[in-house]
């Protein structure tokens, strides 16, 4: 009896976070936001936030299927090299504003290191801790690489099939 309960709760730990809604993993991102403070090391912070992936059912073109996309938790990570420091940018996804695939860059929450400890989070702090960096208007090269991947998928499924 304690296998058959045994297997059925280990596949769901090994999972992961495959199962939970987006729309879930924003909110729970958000919440988690408040136990952080600054000085926590790298490693406690990816505790709190949690890591792993979800998947975002999201709708590429209107009046077609909606497809599953698998979405990185945390989202992305970049090094900013500023005068005299270098700082480590997390971004985890807080936010989704429509339901076409993407996720833009306002959605997304900054956590900012320095030596591997937070010292601060979210786009203010951002834009003060590194005030030379210009937040892009254009998409970001993530952005446009999926929007491109998608389209393509897309327009594999309407290619006519060929008739035997």
């Known amino acids: 009896m304690r296998r058959m309960l045994f297997l059925p709760v280990a596949a769901l730990l090994l999972c992961g976070c495959a199962t939970v809604k987006v729309s879930s993993m924003t909110a729970d991102n958000r919440m988690s936001l408040s136990h952080l403070s600054p000085g926590m090391s790298r490693s406690e912070v990816l505790s709190v936030m949690g890591t792993g992936n979800c998947v975002y059912n999201c709708d590429v073109v209107s009046a077609k299927p909606s497809i599953n996309v698998r ?10 090299q500023t005068t005299g420091k270098t700082l480590e940018v997390i971004y985890y996804i807080t936010d989704l504003k429509n339901n076409n695939c993407v996720v833009e860059d306002d959605g997304l929450t900054p956590l900012v290191f320095e030596n591997s400890r937070l010292i601060g989070w979210g786009n203010n702090f951002l834009s003060e801790a590194a005030p030379e960096i210009q937040k892009k208007q254009q998409p970001s090269e993530r952005q446009v690489t999926m929007k491109t991947e998608l389209n393509s998928m897309v327009s594999k499924t309407q290619e006519p099939q060929e008739k035997k």
């Not at 989202?75 to 900013?80: L, N, Q």
């Open 71 to 80: 979405l990185n938790n945390p989202y992305r990570t970049e090094t900013i």
